[in-house]
């Protein structure tokens, strides 16, 4: 059997870029050689796409960028090309791609505005596709979407950055009837990995948390601050998803922000989550319809949070290219419930492919 040509992109223009790169090199390392052809796509922060092919432990500390055998390339629009077009020295060529996997996360990757291009040039992708990547990105819309489908959420407010410019007074006292009570959250609607999300315990942190958030996209979305523990559940497929095994998350900060997930590493991960079993399978239950409700295709991490008092069940987000990084829940998550790293990709590409 013919092997796959399976192009693997990661960087890009975003918050999250240092993150894009260590999941790629995770991903890479677990993929298998003997059944796919290898496309290392590289996107620096200002855009450029390169095709990389020099040691892959480069990757993660971004010294790939200087490597001497690096070509310029990028996958085109054109189906008819349905893969790269490299260039070097003046000259070009393409090369065809069965299938890409977009280890990218947050905004430009994981937002529909990639997979919009990988539609357009009719090449399969991992994950979810325009539509689904595009509502889930979006908090907001999200929130909008699961509560209407009867799906429990934290109580939220939200407005635009412009409106907080004109009356701050006024978005904050709304925010403060709405939601009723402190610890809030606060987070830019468009942004991964808890990248501007602050935790505010009264009016005075309410607005240095807005403008935090403000500074990522130009919609705010503030939710009640939940007491209870952060359970994720990573979810499989397309037509007939799984859901695997919970996990808890005790997180090494304050609440799980983007340095307890990636860069301090020292958050506590329990597998499964210390719940009852009655809880753990309603957490399954929820995330399935979650993904479902919202049109997930591929793989998706839901989180929850399971309140201390209620044991209540209630959505937190999805993410619909969650973390490939040696600390990440997702594939944790997978192999718990049975299904090893490169297994898991082997059954990403072939929904893909599906």
């Given amino acids: 059997m013919a092997k796959l040509n399976v192009g693997i992109i990661f960087g890009r223009v975003s918050s999250e870029h240092d993150v894009s790169r260590v999941s790629a090199e995770s991903i890479i390392k677990n993929i298998s050689k003997e059944k796919y052809n290898l496309y290392l796509i590289g996107i620096t922060k200002l855009g450029k796409w390169i095709l990389f092919s020099g040691d892959i432990s480069k990757i993660p500390s971004g010294e790939w960028e200087n490597d001497e055998n690096n070509k310029s390339a990028f996958i085109s629009p054109d189906s008819d090309i349905k893969g790269l077009v490299v260039c070097d020295n003046g000259e070009y060529e393409t090369i065809n791609l069965d299938v890409v996997i977009p280890a990218l996360h947050g905004k430009n990757g994981e937002d529909g ?32 979407v699961l509560a209407a489908n009867g799906i429990s959420k934290p109580k939220y407010h939200w407005f635009y950055e412009y409106e907080f410019k004109k009356d701050p007074e006024k978005c904050m006292d709304d925010t403060e009837k709405v939601i009723g009570k402190y610890p809030m959250f606060v987070k830019p609607s468009n942004a991964g990995s808890s990248v501007g999300v602050s935790k505010a315990s009264n009016q005075e942190e309410l607005k240095t948390a807005i403008e935090i958030a403000a500074k990522e996209d130009d919609r705010i979305l503030v939710e009640e601050g939940i007491v209870g523990k952060e359970i994720e559940c990573a979810v499989l497929g397309n037509e007939n998803p799984i859901a695997s095994v919970p996990g808890e998350i005790a997180p090494s900060n304050d609440f799980y922000d983007y340095e307890a997930k990636y860069i301090n590493g020292t958050s506590e991960l329990f597998i499964p989550a210390r719940v009852s079993n009655e809880v753990l399978e309603k957490v399954k239950k929820e995330a399935i319809k979650a993904y479902r409700v919202m049109g997930c295709k591929g793989l998706s991490r839901v989180d929850f949070f399971v309140e201390s008092d209620t044991q209540n069940v209630i959505l937190n987000e999805i993410n619909t290219f969650p973390g490939f990084t040696k600390i990440s829940m997702y594939p944790k998550l997978m192999e718990k419930s049975g299904i090893n790293f490169s297994e898991l990709i082997d059954k990403l590409i072939c929904l893909a492919l599906n």
């Fill in 113 to 144: 505005t990639i997979q919009g291009l990988f539609k357009l040039a009719k090449i399969p992708f991992v994950g979810c596709d325009v539509l689904s990547a595009c509502c889930c990105m979006d908090k907001i819309v999200t929130n909008t």
